[in-house]
């Protein structure tokens, strides 16, 4: 590879049939118990009583089991459910009764992938996709660095619109580490995280044998493996990361992803495992980012070493939820966090970090993962299967999030997806699994559900 990079045209492998694995979105609301109740609503806990905060942590912690770490392969909990009727959401004006839907959800397209030597299938990053057809998705699956026989992760590439039920090309290329995350940079580039390095992928279009363009690594910007990266949606240059060094990083990557002219521009230590980072919707120069151990930050990149508020975990006790794995806004100051119990807290960050919790909702997930937002779309992805959400035009407040149920057929708890919603105008939803599947969902039929309040 040169300094510039190389043009990889990718092997084909072909599969003579599809296996085919039903994704099922599950619902993000369900009803808890009279405490519960109680605590969520129009006064939220705050860190003035001490006592009452004390017993609404410690009752939401006591009606989940004990909890496991996201990305531990013990965490294979037997999860099955039937939907429910008259559903009720935990919001901030009182109860009001979850619609639901109860038409099986089927994908549209599917791409399944190439098995690992030991004939188990690969688990998938976060996948994305364009209108056009074109996917990408990556593996991510850990090798022992000791073993002489060390497997190659890949990035596959395909066009699911020219995929069939009977067979299905996907060519790929081969990279030494996993592939924890893939974003957009615009619709001819894409920016992945491999192991702990940075890099642009020039894409074209597969079905047609167009190669994809894959440059040098960006000078190491972290020690450890990255697990989420995030492009600013104002400067498309500028890239923040997190991960497993316990760090966050802003990158420029300047001259179309020239490792030699890439800058790191901001770097903080977040004191803990980043488990996501984001864009701020608010400033085009603050990004946040979220950590296991429960804390969420925003941070101005313009400031090199900006003052960090005191840790979330400190005032609202969100480490009795497990880890915090993900987070989203859903307006330019309400943010909605997930967590490894599966329940989905909703901040509002003109709020004084004491009383800024403004509700708590339960998911079916058995852990939330990620969180995604494209308009008035929303997605949640997990352990167990993922969920899909519509928001009214006020996404400022929990109530104004109309959740759609959908039946499950999942086998165990260990079952984990990711997804993205497509790149131009957010029509099609791909999730991707630990199974080698891809499943691409059309966004206007039933699994975000058409009623009025939908869009």
């Not at 006592?51 to 410690?58: L, V």
């Not at 580039?189 to 702990?196: E, N, Q, R, S």
Request: charged share 20%; glycine share 8%.
């Amino acid at each position: 590879m040169d300094g510039g990079g190389s043009f990889i045209s990718g092997s084909c492998t072909c599969h003579g049939n599809f296996t085919f694995k039903l994704l099922a979105s599950s619902a993000a609301l369900e009803q808890t118990d009279a405490n519960l109740e109680a605590a969520v609503g129009i006064n939220a806990p705050t860190g003035s009583d001490g006592d009452s905060e004390a017993t609404f942590w410690d009752t939401i912690a006591g009606s989940h089991p004990d909890l496991e770490s996201y990305m531990d392969p013990q965490y294979n909990q037997e999860v099955s459910y039937q939907p429910a009727i008259d559903t009720p959401s935990i919001i901030s004006s009182g109860m009001l009764p979850l619609t639901t839907n109860s038409a099986l959800s089927t994908p549209s397209y599917y791409v399944t992938v190439g098995t690992r030597q030991d004939g188990t299938p690969f688990p998938l990053s976060k996948p994305i996709i364009r209108e056009d057809g074109l996917l990408l998705v990556g593996t991510e699956a850990v090798a022992d660095p000791s073993s002489q026989n060390r497997e190659k992760n890949r990035i596959y590439v395909a066009n699911f619109l020219t995929s069939s039920s009977t067979t299905q090309s996907v060519s790929h290329f081969e990279v030494e580490q996993e592939v924890r995350d893939i974003h957009w940079v615009d619709s001819q580039a894409a920016v992945v995280a491999i192991g702990k390095e940075i890099q642009l992928i020039r894409l074209g279009d597969p079905s047609v044998g167009s190669p994809c363009r894959v440059q040098d690594h960006i000078d190491s910007v972290h020690s450890d493996a990255i697990r989420e990266i995030a492009v600013s949606p104002t400067t498309i240059s500028h890239v923040v990361s997190g991960g497993f060094d316990e760090t966050v990083v802003v990158t420029d990557l300047r001259d179309r992803g020239d490792p030699r002219a890439a800058a790191i521009i901001g770097k903080y230590d977040a004191r803990d495992v980043v488990s996501s980072v984001r864009w701020s919707p608010a400033g085009a120069s603050h990004v946040s980012w979220t950590t296991d151990g429960g804390d969420f930050q925003v941070a101005d990149s313009r400031v090199p070493s900006p003052q960090l508020q005191v840790p979330l975990h400190t005032y609202l006790k969100v480490d009795k939820l497990g880890g915090l794995f993900a987070h989203e806004y859903l307006s330019d100051f309400t943010v909605a966090l997930g967590f490894e119990s599966g329940y989905v807290a909703m901040l509002d960050l003109r709020q004084p970090r004491h009383s800024s919790c403004t509700s708590l909702v339960e998911s079916r997930l058995t852990a939330v993962g990620e969180i995604r937002r494209f308009g008035n779309k929303l997605a949640i992805f997990g352990h167990s299967g993922f969920s899909t959400a519509d928001l009214n035009d006020r996404a400022d407040r929990m109530e104004h999030i109309t959740l759609r149920q959908q039946p499950t057929q999942i086998a165990a708890g260990s079952y984990k997806t990711s997804g993205a919603f497509s790149f131009e105008r957010g029509a099609h939803l791909a999730v991707s699994d630990n199974m080698g599947i891809v499943s691409v969902y059309t966004t206007e039929n039933n699994i975000f559900g058409s009623g009025s309040g939908g869009w």
